[in-house]
């Protein structure tokens, strides 16, 4: 099983409507959550982090939940930049430089 | 401040070649991480660093992949005798390492693109 595990999508969405997706991960002992956001295979960049009780940066809120061990990211009012592969990362506080990468969750935003 | 500077961005080699990838970190940043990505498939990390001392390296395959960071200079990834399977993106993260606040932001260099042909 492996560690971080996302949908691959793809998840094709109107321009304007919301898109939800979800991340499990297996290891208990995972203390930091993130989502990153990558570009037709370029580097990754931080789209934000994610805490127990929940966040909201404009349109994106991220959840999670540790008793089910999932994370989510919601994602409201699509715009045709939104396209991208969304990667869940879960990282150890005692090994904190330690990234865990999920393979992605490509959306597709369409006019 | 210039970001994670990594070079070169493409590289191609022919089997049993060496191949070096650099990384510089972020101004201020003392800590450094690589991770692989195959294609079609997610980061995987390899090996972290700090300013000549390796931490981390769980990931690194046991032969021919080695990992330094010098005092000065560059962090450098160093594939041995490099195999088709080695082909993949090589991307370099930095992080200020600022263990107190448990924050592990990092932020990625662009990647060096490797094929082996």
């Known amino acids: 099983r492996k560690e971080v595990e996302q949908d691959p999508g793809p998840f094709n969405v109107p321009e304007g409507a919301t898109v939800a997706f979800n991340c499990t991960y297996s290891?208990?002992?995972?203390?930091?959550f993130f989502w990153y956001r990558q570009d037709c295979r370029k580097e990754p960049k931080l789209l934000m982090s994610?805490?127990?009780s929940g966040n909201e940066d404009g349109r994106f809120t991220a959840q999670l939940n540790r008793a089910s061990q999932y994370i989510s990211l919601l994602i409201r009012d699509s715009k045709l930049s939104d396209s991208a592969t969304y990667l869940c990362?879960?990282?150890?506080?005692?090994?904190?430089?330690?990234?865990?990468f999920g393979a992605g969750t490509q959306v597709v935003v369409t006019p | 401040n210039a970001g994670v500077m990594q070079n070169p961005r493409h590289l191609v080699r022919r089997r049993g070649q060496e191949a070096r990838l650099r990384c510089s970190p972020m101004?201020?940043?003392?800590?450094v991480y690589w991770y692989r990505q195959l294609p079609e498939e997610g980061l995987k990390f390899m090996v972290y660093?700090?300013?000549?001392?390796?931490?981390?390296e769980s990931g690194m395959p046991k032969e021919r992949f080695s990992a330094e960071f010098p005092k000065e200079g560059p962090s450098i990834l160093r594939i041995q005798q490099v195999v088709r399977g080695d082909s993949a993106a090589y991307f370099c993260?930095?992080?200020?390492?600022?263990?107190?606040?448990?924050?592990?932001?990092?932020?990625f260099g662009q990647g060096t693109r490797l094929t082996v042909v």
């Open positions: 660093l700090q300013k000549e001392n390796i931490i981390d």
């Open positions: 101004k201020g940043h003392s800590h």
């Open positions: 993260a930095s992080s200020p390492g600022t263990k107190a606040t448990g924050r592990t932001e990092a932020f």
């Open positions: 994610v805490y127990s």
């Open positions: 290891n208990s002992a995972s203390q930091s």
């Open positions: 990362v879960v990282s150890k506080t005692d090994s904190w430089g330690k990234l865990q």
